[in-house]
């Protein structure tokens, strides 16, 4: 709502999706002190005043920004989650935070440590639970040892699909949530997206993705139609399709699609409802066209624990 997808943003129709979505049932609000940088963690606490009890809050840590806001490194050293734990708590208007977590591991830091400092949250009664962002399984399993992690958060859906080899065998053996982010390959799966080159330089994450450009946006594409053509037979968008296949890999998976309106949050929520048969289900596993291009750059994709 305040970062990454363009600058046609609007408070008055951000608060608004929140309200709705709390009213449809939607008990789960995920956010960041790297949104904005820190406007999106402002955002949610002028949302969930008076509504409080109503919902779920999760929020991570762990970079440091240039002058300009940009990210410019990790930073989970102890004295720094510290800090930015409490001044999420401000920004949030909270006393506690639900879930807490580490946005990307840094590989400065031992995991033992951070997660030590995340549970003195814990003991403190300022946060709930805890959870890692895009950790491997020997990450996982070594956090464990320090304190339960609840969650994991990292990228899953129809367009990508990396974890299920290690990392979600590794989170059912823990007993660890598992929360897909960019559960409609931000946007791309929905078709209603541009090429990287059409979107501009300094406001969209999209322009610097590789499967956004180029040669890859265009092959990315023929996957699409083949989503659109099963979801047209079935009275449904895309991106409720890709949602309701999601939804039905397990119990255990809790996807946070993104929006700023209402509109596509109704359409998002709808998607719950929707029940995939065997063979559509085998369609979108096993006969869909392949995605081309990184998730990520290479920069960001450095950042990408596996250990």
Request: proline letters at 5%; hydrophobic letters at 40%.
């Amino acid at each position: 709502m305040t970062w990454a997808y363009g600058t046609d943003r609007d408070e008055g129709e951000a608060i608004a999706t929140i309200h709705e979505a709390i009213d449809l049932g939607v008990n789960f609000l995920d956010t960041a002190e790297v949104y904005g940088p820190f406007t999106n963690e402002e955002l949610v606490g002028k949302a969930i005043k008076g509504r409080r009890e109503q919902v779920v809050i999760a929020t991570k840590f762990g970079f440091v920004f240039d002058s300009t806001g940009k990210i410019s490194g990790a930073d989970s050293r102890p004295a720094h989650i510290r800090e930015v734990v409490e001044a999420s708590l401000k920004r949030l208007g909270v006393d506690s935070i639900d879930l807490l977590c580490q946005h990307r591991v840094d590989p400065g830091i031992p995991i033992e440590d951070v997660v030590g400092t995340m549970a003195e949250f814990v003991r403190a009664g300022k946060v709930k639970y805890l959870g890692l962002s895009e950790a491997g399984p020997g990450t996982l399993r070594r956090g464990m040892k320090v304190h339960p992690i609840s969650a994991l958060q990292s990228e899953y859906s129809l367009f990508e699909r990396e974890v299920e080899r290690e990392v979600l065998p590794a989170c059912r053996e823990l007993g660890i949530g598992f929360v897909p982010y960019s559960p409609l390959g931000r946007g791309l799966i929905t078709g209603k997206v541009k090429r990287a080159e059409e979107y501009a330089a300094d406001n969209d994450n999209r322009r610097g993705i590789p499967r956004f450009q180029g040669e890859n946006f265009d092959r990315n594409m023929k996957r699409v139609e083949a989503v659109k053509a099963l979801a047209a037979r079935n009275g449904l968008t895309p991106g409720q399709l890709a949602l309701a296949w999601l939804l039905g890999r397990s119990e255990d998976i809790v996807p946070i699609p993104g929006t700023k309106r209402r509109t596509y949050l109704r359409e998002n929520i709808a998607a719950a409802a929707v029940v995939l048969t065997p063979e559509e289900r085998k369609y979108l596993d096993e006969k869909l066209p392949p995605v081309a291009g990184a998730r990520y750059s290479e920069q960001a994709m450095g950042m990408i624990d596996r250990g």
